[in-house]
């Protein structure tokens, strides 16, 4: 009788939690506050510490975000800054879902599409918010008023430095194609992993315009120098390193250069001509839960305060204007910075980025 | 009289013709309304998942996620088009090879230690199932560094032996092979085999040996005529379970078979439902694909395991026949198990922590590489602390759910069988079945509007769904073991069916719902592919970071969180065999 009674109870009670649990979340909403176009940092940050932290979702390497999150932190105390790595098409869907669903908790965004981050601006998913240094980042690296790219992102060859002579990495640097000197045979690693910066040297490949002078059915020449290929853009790295590859056919500049910060055997170089690119840009959520904090993170990050962080923790190259390069690695010997700039064609990318992608891949599956 | 009858096994069937006892309260009647939140428990939990997972597959895709059109263009081109019916064939052949070499390894060791006088018995016995009790993903990053062509140790220090002994050693190790896949799940995958044997072979009925060796029969016959027939069907069990599990398995496959071009249906899913362009409803039709393959080797598991309680002599004896002799035979027998755990346990244990205390990956290990300072991090980062908070404690949780859960719904199971009953069990085990991300996406969608999401619970949700099954399994072996006499008699002395569950149930199944707490909490501490799509800010936990910071190339860093995850799994490991003195593969499926 007693225990039937508790039945009924705990059974009432799981049925209570249950009904609680889905609540559409709608019924506990939080949104966005309009904030003045011109408000300042310091009635940001005042307001910043009531809201008491600002919610970060970044495709950005964890340990350099939190680092350049902590600077945040210690100059502006009593916010914190809370960082979730969702990593490119995954954190566009993840936002969408959670804006459709008013389950609203990224304040700081972090896409590598500029199409897709136009739509969301347009739409107000993303806020339009003007950084104090608004005129200091050229068109090339902001997206109207919604985002900018405090980074310029640039492919370069890693290569292990006990592994690859001087003169060897002058032919690497000189252009793409010297890759196929028959003494790389066997020797670089490539990746099939489908990014913006992955695929920017298959954009380059494959311009009518060849600007790289490169032989004809060059991707299969390359493949045919039978490169060991690995389904993502980390794995060659740190094989590189390790010395079980000679060299990466493209990685990511800031993580070679966090590489050889941290005392790894490494050294890269820019294959001429190189692309520098906007991929990697910050925006404000339209629906930021803390709305105050979040604009402040945003003027933070693109300061100069925010440039010498990013330089620091990511040894990113910065897009603001008028700061200057203190990249440890930029004062080295061995250190050639990029000779001839390549500027994608965003149209051309647009249009041929899955069509190329799978050349690339076809080709590296079938060597 | 009561209307039911105890079979041999113990589940209680309707004796024809008898009359039902009056039921004071119908359809209201406490066990029907528990029945009842049960049943919506494991609707809301399992299966409305897995249905939004499933629906996706039958939408129009854009290169950024689905439309409102319904199409069945994902669902033609993943079941009708080469491309990925290659990526299906990739992942039975893998399952195949893994599951053959796993049960014949598996199987042999479990003789070994069962069966015959080798020495150390139990220390092997435990260091065996040990890899259950690593993250898959943290044995990946441990045999990268071990078993890398150039750069692995394994081939550094043959060359170094070979170069002492004055003769060149070229390198006989290469990870990045479809051989080093199937060499690392072997490794990973050899204790489910081990376990399911081993419970088997145990708790055997030594006479029938006995007896034929008492008429002439050689060791080899009786092991081969007697022995292994009587294990069969616990054998194919474990194959059965082998074979969904590395046919689901993503990551080393994926990441190992790169350089091959080895591409398997999961790593498919992977790629379409988080690289650009997405493709939605692809992996979801593709996770269909492998759910068909599951749901049907469940199907017949459950079969095989019945068939198994019929043959299998569970007296409570146990072995007590005479331990076969090895003789000089011990030392290739102590060569099989020992082999096993030198590449299982040991050297990717060495690597890993040697790993986690090195700056940079290195196939050198010199002084000035190594340095602590990643503990130092991993300590002094509020994220580490709070996800390894989050993983105790979600661990913890999910361990104690699943054995409420599982316990009643295997109660009801076997003590009211009935459609609806055996329905309820058999729906709150399909998870078993069902590829983590996949589950991971419908739980992401069915619980996006509640108030859940972004929060630890809904961790904790999926980790229940995904283990709930172990909880039905194994406690319905439990229940098995007591008579229902002893229930019966309790309640004709007027105690209620929470006294008799209370006061007999539990005490005697106690040390195997034990073992599923512990069971439960080791595998939510491991589970990666849900937890990837559904963790937050606020929800970090081990098994996520350690990807995260693989993903971002901190190597050495994942390292540190996998050394961390597994002292915390080997901890919960000896506690339950020294504080408890419960061996953990009490919660094998096998029992």
């Not at chain 1, 032919?171 to 890759?179: D, F, T």
């Not at chain 2, 015959?116 to 199932?129: G, M």
């Not at chain 2, 196939?363 to 590489?369: M, Q």
Request: charged fraction near 15%; hydrophobic fraction near 50%; include cysteine.
């Amino acid at each position: 009788m007693g225990s039937n009674s508790i039945i009924r109870k705990a059974v009432l009670a799981c049925g209570i939690a249950f009904a609680g649990a889905l609540v559409p979340a709608a019924f506990t909403t939080a949104s966005a506050a309009e904030i003045a176009a011109d408000k300042s940092n310091d009635a940001l940050y005042a307001d910043a510490k009531a809201e008491g932290s600002v919610v970060v979702y970044t495709s950005n390497v964890l340990a350099g975000m939190n680092a350049v999150s902590a600077d945040f932190m210690a100059q502006y105390p009593g916010i914190t800054v809370e960082v979730t790595r969702i990593v490119g098409m995954q954190q566009y869907q993840r936002f969408a879902q959670e804006v459709a669903a008013n389950q609203n908790i990224a304040d700081i965004i972090n896409l590598t599409d500029k199409p897709v981050l136009t739509e969301l601006i347009n739409s107000g998913d993303v806020a339009r918010w003007k950084v104090p240094t608004f005129d200091r980042f050229t068109d090339e690296y902001k997206v109207e008023d919604g985002g900018y790219a405090l980074t310029a992102t640039i492919p370069v060859l890693i290569y292990n430095e006990t592994k690859v002579t001087p003169e060897e990495a002058d032919i690497l640097r000189n252009s793409w194609a010297g890759v196929l000197d028959p003494r790389f045979k066997g020797r670089f690693a490539v990746q099939t992993q489908k990014c913006g910066l992955c695929y920017v040297g298959v954009h380059l490949f494959l311009d009518p315009a060849n600007p790289a002078k490169l032989p004809d059915n060059f991707i299969e020449k390359v493949a045919a120098q039978e490169p060991v290929v690995y389904a993502d853009l980390t794995n060659p790295i740190d094989r590189v390193i390790a010395g079980e590859q000679d060299f990466t056919y493209w990685s990511w500049e800031a993580i070679a250069a966090t590489k050889r910060q941290s005392g790894a055997p490494v050294r890269f170089v820019y294959p001429d001509p190189t692309p520098v690119f906007a991929n990697n840009y910050f925006s404000v959520s339209g629906h930021a839960p803390h709305p105050n904090a979040a604009r402040l993170y945003m003027n933070w990050l693109a300061s100069e305060e925010g440039a010498k962080s990013f330089q620091k923790h990511f040894n990113g190259a910065t897009t603001l204007q008028g700061v200057k390069d203190e990249r440890s690695f930029a004062s080295e010997d061995w250190y050639k910075p990029v000779k001839t700039e390549y500027k994608p064609d965003f149209k051309r990318w647009g249009e041929n980025y899955v069509s190329d992608m799978e050349k690339w891949i076809d080709a590296m599956s079938k060597k | 009289m009561d209307a039911t009858t105890a079979t041999e096994t113990g589940t209680a069937v309707r004796t024809p013709g008898a009359r039902r006892r009056p039921d004071r309260h119908g359809w209201l009647a406490p066990d029907n309304l528990l029945i009842a939140a049960l049943s919506i428990v494991v609707v809301v939990i399992s299966i409305l998942p897995l249905i939004y997972a499933i629906d996706a597959a039958f939408y129009k895709e854009t290169m950024i996620g689905l439309t409102t059109q319904r199409s069945l263009k994902a669902i033609y081109e993943v079941y009708f088009t080469s491309e990925y019916l290659s990526y299906f064939w990739n992942a039975l052949s893998l399952g195949f090879i893994v599951t053959v070499i796993s049960v014949v390894y598996g199987v042999g060791m479990a003789l070994i230690i069962s069966r015959t006088d080798i020495p150390f018995k139990n220390t092997l016995d435990l260091l065996t199932i040990m890899p259950m009790f690593v993250s898959p993903f943290t044995g990946l990053i441990a045999w990268i560094s071990l078993g890398s062509e150039k750069t692995g140790f394994i081939n550094g220090v043959l060359a170094e032996v070979g170069n002492f002994l004055g003769f060149s050693i070229e390198p006989l190790v290469n990870i990045w092979t479809f051989g080093g896949i199937v060499w690392v799940m072997v490794l990973f995958f050899c204790p489910f085999v081990y376990l399911f044997t081993i419970g088997n072979l145990r708790g055997m009925d030594s006479t029938l040996e006995e007896a034929a060796r008492t008429s002439g029969a050689g060791t080899f016959y009786t092991l081969t005529r007697i022995t292994l027939p009587v294990c069969l069907p616990a054998i194919l069990s474990a194959s059965l379970l082998v074979f969904i599990l590395s046919t689901e398995v993503y990551t080393m496959p994926g990441i190992l078979g790169a350089p091959d071009g080895f591409v398997t249906l999961t790593w498919q899913i992977y790629k379409d439902s988080t690289t650009f362009p997405v493709h939605r409803a692809h992996a979801a039709a593709s996770g269909t694909m492998i759910l068909w393959i599951a749901v049907a080797g469940l199907w017949l598991q459950r079969r095989l395991t019945r068939k198994a309680e019929k043959f299998v002599t569970v007296t409570g004896k146990g072995f007590r026949g005479k331990p076969i002799p090895l003789g000089v035979m011990k030392w290739p027998a102590l060569i099989i198990v020992g082999a096993y755990i030198i590449f299982a346990d040991i050297l990717p244990l060495i690597a890993i922590v040697l790993s986690s205390l090195m700056k940079y990956s290195s196939g050198v290990l010199t002084a000035d590489i190594f340095t602590i300072s990643h503990y130092v991090k991993f300590f002094s980062l509020s994220e580490v602390r709070l996800a390894l908070w989050n993983t105790m404690m979600l661990a913890a949780l999910a361990g104690a759910v699943c054995v409420v859960l599982g316990f009643l719904i295997s109660y009801f199971e076997v003590r009211r069988s009935n459609r609806v009953t055996v329905t309820l069990a058999f729906l709150g085990t399909i998870s078993v079945a069902v590829p983590g991300l996949i589950y991971g996406i419908g739980m992401l969608w069915l619980y996006l509007k509640t108030p859940l999401y972004g929060t630890v619970w809904i961790l904790l949700l999926a980790f229940v769904a995904k283990y709930l099954p172990y909880g039905i399994l194994v406690s319905r072996s439990g229940i098995l073991q007591v008579h229902p006499d002893l229930e019966q008699s309790a309640r004709v002395h007027g105690a209620s069916p929470l006294r008799v569950i209370r006061s007999i149930l539990i005490p005697i199944a106690k040390p195997t719902l034990i073992a599923v707490l512990f069971f439960v909490m080791l595998s939510s501490i491991k589970e990666l592919s849900a937890s990837l799509l559904l963790y937050s800010q606020k929800s970090p936990i081990l098994s996520v970071l350690t990807w995260n910071y693989m993903d971002g190339g901190e190597y050495q860093f994942a390292s540190a969180v996998g050394v961390v995850q597994t002292i915390l799994m080997i901890g919960i490991v000896i506690i339950t065999r020294i504080a408890f003195r419960i061996k953990l593969e009490a919660a094998t499926l096998s029992k």
